[in-house]
């Protein structure tokens, strides 16, 4: 839902493991890929961790705000998908599909000189992971998918999820809705995309709703919204279409070789539990654990657990 951005443009959370001033530690480098100039943040040494963000339509920032301080025990990438945060804009939208980021993250392998890459993909950054890691076996080592989505009939079912928590808890601000789709107005047109996007969604994305982002000082692009009509519809937020509707991994994960970890939260509206918990099906060989003070952002919601988890996950000393 195309939501999450503007609860990925909040001011910082404090909290010991997290650098407030960790984004001065980076910097850009923009490579040549298929004739665009690709944003890339790459610190540290050991083994690569590639980290991909949520939306689709989020640059790198809100990712390297929480995770960029593991650059003191492995190569931490950054990057900024094709028409998102600092990389170039497509020429043409059509070029905005789940297939070209699986694609992209394989170029910036490559170009990197990496061998093997772990994953780390939040939200929508979780689609292409999974679709890596079934494309590319041979090239992941880990991977952790946080808050994800194993289908896009996933996606769609927590829209629906989404829609029903807005109509009951918000009946007044609803008959706004009604009355706009009753006159042919999708999610991504004017006026319906405002008044869709004024519900108070905090309660969905966050159990703790006075917890915020840690996000650069700097005017930064944080979201993109052509990226993500195209790629969740120009209607995704009631009929999700685009590229996202076609993805579907639940019959493949159960053969994916990387080591995985899968995180859910308890209070997630965004990726509900119902859907979430079918991961222990569909990848039985994964870990799976459900953070039960969490919604959608558990690093910020149980920081000590969430962080514990990740380290032991990778190893980290």
Same mark, same amino acid.
């Given at each position: 839902?195309?939501?999450? =951005?503007?609860?990925?443009?909040?001011?910082?959370?404090?909290?010991?493991?997290?650098?407030?001033? #960790?984004?001065?530690?980076?910097?850009?480098?923009?490579?040549?890929?298929?004739? $665009?100039?690709?944003?890339?943040?790459?610190?540290?040494?050991?083994?690569?961790?590639?980290?991909?963000?949520?939306?689709?339509?989020? /640059?790198?920032?809100?990712?390297?705000?929480?995770?960029?301080?593991?650059?003191?025990?492995?190569?931490?990438?950054?990057?900024?998908? *094709?028409?998102?945060?600092?990389?170039?804009?497509?020429?043409?939208?059509?070029?905005?599909?789940?297939?070209?980021?699986?694609?992209?993250?394989?170029?910036?392998?490559?170009? *990197?000189?990496?061998?093997?890459? /772990?994953?780390?993909?939040?939200?929508?950054?979780?689609?292409?992971?999974?679709?890596?890691?079934?494309?590319?076996?041979?090239?992941?080592?880990?991977?952790?998918?946080?808050?994800?989505?194993?289908?896009?009939?996933?996606?769609?079912?927590?829209?629906? /999820?989404?829609?029903?928590?807005?109509?009951?808890?918000?009946?007044?601000?609803?008959? &706004?809705?009604?009355?706009?789709?009753?006159?042919? $107005?999708?999610? /991504?047109?004017?006026?319906?995309?405002?008044?869709?996007?004024?519900?108070?969604?905090?309660?969905?994305?966050?159990?703790?709703?006075?917890?915020? &982002?840690?996000?650069?000082?700097?005017?930064?692009?944080?979201?993109?919204?052509?990226?993500?009509?195209?790629? #969740?519809?120009?209607?995704?937020?009631?009929?999700?279409?685009?590229?996202?509707?076609? &993805?579907?991994?639940?019959?493949?994960?159960?053969?994916?070789?990387?080591?995985?970890?899968?995180?859910?939260?308890?209070?997630?509206?965004?990726?509900?539990?119902?859907?979430?918990?079918?991961?222990?099906? =569909?990848?039985?060989?994964? &870990?799976?654990?459900?953070?039960?003070?969490?919604?959608?952002?558990?690093?910020?919601?149980?920081?000590?657990?969430?962080?514990?988890?990740?380290?032991? =996950?990778?190893? #980290?000393?």
């Amino acid at each position: 839902m195309n939501h999450l =951005f503007f609860f990925l443009c909040l001011p910082i959370l404090g909290f010991s493991q997290v650098d407030p001033n #960790i984004f001065e530690k980076f910097e850009s480098k923009f490579y040549e890929i298929d004739g $665009y100039n690709i944003n890339v943040e790459v610190l540290g040494e050991g083994d690569p961790i590639f980290f991909l963000p949520g939306g689709p339509g989020n /640059s790198h920032d809100y990712m390297q705000g929480n995770f960029g301080q593991y650059y003191k025990t492995n190569t931490v990438v950054f990057f900024d998908f *094709l028409g998102r945060g600092k990389s170039d804009d497509a020429k043409d939208v059509s070029e905005y599909s789940v297939e070209n980021d699986v694609a992209l993250i394989e170029k910036l392998r490559q170009v *990197l000189g990496y061998t093997k890459i /772990s994953l780390v993909g939040h939200s929508y950054g979780t689609v292409p992971a999974q679709a890596y890691a079934i494309k590319y076996p041979e090239q992941v080592d880990k991977m952790v998918l946080i808050n994800g989505f194993h289908s896009g009939a996933m996606w769609q079912a927590n829209c629906d /999820s989404y829609n029903h928590y807005a109509k009951t808890h918000f009946p007044e601000k609803w008959k &706004q809705v009604d009355s706009l789709r009753a006159l042919g $107005y999708v999610s /991504s047109q004017e006026p319906l995309k405002t008044v869709y996007g004024n519900f108070p969604t905090k309660y969905i994305y966050y159990h703790n709703t006075n917890l915020k &982002q840690n996000v650069p000082k700097e005017n930064y692009r944080g979201w993109a919204n052509d990226v993500y009509v195209e790629i #969740i519809g120009r209607d995704g937020d009631f009929d999700v279409s685009g590229s996202m509707i076609n &993805q579907d991994y639940r019959q493949q994960l159960k053969d994916v070789k990387a080591k995985t970890l899968i995180i859910a939260g308890r209070y997630d509206g965004v990726s509900t539990p119902e859907f979430a918990v079918q991961y222990k099906t =569909f990848m039985p060989q994964a &870990q799976f654990v459900m953070f039960e003070q969490s919604a959608h952002n558990p690093y910020l919601e149980e920081p000590e657990k969430f962080y514990g988890l990740f380290e032991s =996950f990778f190893n #980290i000393k």
